[in-house]
């Protein structure tokens, strides 16, 4: 095997082994990091685009739209980044990256707005509040969930319920990590499973629109980013984005052989054609013998 083959073969399988990452997914990630430099090089107070009670007792309302995008620490950053990519690519494959934005901004404002009337109703002391993409994650495991015909899923081997599977994540995500709460976590998940089933349609940007806005100049520059997949709105160009055509080269697939005519024909056989390919009537029984072979009996 030469050592470009081979070089070719180990890529092959890191491309398989990694999740595929697509426009959508690449744009809300490079947000948050950006979010995250400006915080960090700016020294902002913690906390600043973090939703809570105190988003409605201030009047803040600006952190509904940011506080996806907000982190306080690297950790928290990388592991948000790494949740939000593998629950949230299957939506976008199935809607469009357009699509899948403006989804993105309605699931995180409905649980940031949602959240902070319960954070204000129980609060009794101080306020929790909380921050990052997994909430914008969960909601959108729960409104894929909600869309499936599957009956269950895996999870490390374990099967589960399908309408299980974000409850399950809440709890793992609720429990690793830091700076999630469960409650918003719980609200999160809230939200996917109502928009799921069709409470929020009215906001839903839909395939003609989402086409129109794919041909306008932010998205346009995401086309042209050819180390990630851009995902389509139309569903026949989202198919042959998502599963190209094989057209493989002559003589690289197996193929049947057939015997020629002339090593079958028999005599009597009438000689058929049937577009074009001549055919032969004649089966083996017909030209077997009806003489049965006689065996003589031992003699004693």
Request: hydrophobic letters at 45%; a negative charge; one cysteine or more.
């Given at each position: 095997m030469a050592r470009r083959d081979y070089l070719q073969m180990i890529?092959?399988?890191?491309?398989?082994?990694?999740?595929?990452?697509?426009?959508?997914?690449?744009?809300?990630?490079?947000?948050?990091?950006?979010?995250?430099?400006i915080q960090t090089s700016l020294e902002l107070t913690p906390g600043v685009f973090s939703v809570g009670s105190g988003v409605l007792r201030s009047g803040h309302l600006h952190r509904l739209l940011l506080f996806s995008l907000y982190h306080r620490s690297s950790t928290q950053l990388l592991l948000s980044i790494t949740t939000f990519v593998f629950l949230s690519r299957s939506l976008?494959?199935?809607?469009?990256?357009?699509?899948?934005?403006?989804?993105?901004?309605?699931?995180?404002?409905?649980?940031?707005?949602?959240?902070?009337?319960?954070?204000?109703?129980?609060?009794?002391?101080?306020?929790?509040?909380?921050?990052?993409?997994?909430?914008?994650?969960?909601?959108?495991?729960?409104?894929?969930?909600?869309?499936?015909?599957?009956?269950?899923?895996f999870l490390c081997g374990v099967s589960f319920s399908t309408m299980a599977l974000p409850w399950v994540f809440v709890i793992a995500t609720s429990a690793l990590i830091p700076g999630a709460v469960l409650p918003c976590n719980i609200t999160a998940a809230l939200v996917g499973g109502i928009h799921g089933k069709g409470w929020f349609s009215y906001l839903d940007l839909t395939e003609a629109r989402a086409g129109v806005l794919e041909k306008t100049m932010p998205f346009r520059l995401l086309r042209k980013v050819t180390v990630v997949t851009f995902v389509p709105a139309s569903t026949e160009e989202r198919r042959k984005t998502l599963l190209p055509q094989v057209n493989p080269t002559p003589g690289s697939y197996p193929v049947q052989?057939?015997?020629?005519?002339?090593?079958?024909?028999?005599?009597?056989?009438?000689?058929?054609?049937?577009?074009?390919?001549?055919?032969?009537s004649a089966t083996p029984a017909a030209n077997c013998s009806e003489q049965t072979p006689t065996v003589a009996a031992p003699s004693v």
């Open positions: 890529s092959q399988i890191f491309r398989g082994m990694t999740p595929s990452i697509t426009s959508g997914i690449l744009t809300v990630s490079v947000l948050s990091v950006t979010v995250f430099g976008e494959k199935g809607l469009g990256t357009v699509r899948f934005l403006f989804l993105f901004l309605v699931l995180s404002t409905c649980t940031g707005l949602l959240y902070s009337v319960l954070d204000l109703l129980l609060a009794e002391g101080d306020a929790h509040h909380t921050e990052g993409l997994v909430p914008a994650a969960l909601a959108c495991v729960a409104l894929t969930t909600m869309h499936s015909n599957m009956s269950k899923g052989a057939y015997a020629p005519l002339s090593s079958v024909n028999t005599a009597g056989a009438k000689d058929m054609t049937y577009e074009g390919w001549v055919t032969s």
